[in-house]
């Protein structure tokens, strides 16, 4: 069954719920590797796929290795979103949604005007 989907992208830090750095230290671009076929347009028979999928990106988020995951992954493929939400469940690994990362507009106070 489909996890929720995130607002924007899901952000799956190397690092579990206790604090220890997730390891290997190349997981994040394993998992990516893994997750590479999976690209609007992509064609099986075309052969080899040299790179990572538009919709999982391996990353660092303030010195910790992290992969982006676009939920239109979802879309694409149920079954790939399922499996990089289970890797970070089944690994007890940090997720965030990416619009965490980002305050709230706040607007400034402004006095009432005198009148």
Request: aromatic share 8%; with cysteine.
């Amino acid at each position: 069954m489909s996890e929720p989907l995130a607002r924007c992208e899901l952000i799956i830090k190397g690092i579990t719920r206790s604090g220890a750095t997730f390891r290997p230290g190349d997981w994040a671009e394993r998992l990516c590797g893994v997750l590479a076929a999976y690209r609007p347009g992509y064609v099986a028979t075309r052969g080899p796929v040299f790179g990572y999928s538009p919709y999982a990106q391996p990353t660092m988020i303030a010195g910790i290795r992290a992969v982006l995951v676009d939920p239109r992954l979802h879309g694409l493929e149920p079954r790939a979103w399922d499996f990089v939400v289970g890797f970070a469940r089944d690994n007890d690994l940090v997720t965030m949604d990416a619009s965490d990362l980002v305050a709230a507009p706040t607007l400034p106070d402004i006095p009432p005007a005198a009148g």
